[in-house]
């Protein structure tokens, strides 16, 4: 949370519109993604602000 969205290691499931957030900031996790060897195994499922 907090981090700006990036889609190689996140998947946005959510938009929201919040003006006291910055745009493309991960506002909450809803599930935790997991690297491998520097591979992704499975993506982070996150809300996004814009």
Known sequence: MGQEFDPNFHNAVMHVEDESVGENVIVEE??????????????????VAN
């Open 30 to 47: 809803f599930q935790k993604g997991y690297l491998y060897r520097d591979s992704v195994v499975r993506h982070s499922m996150v809300k």
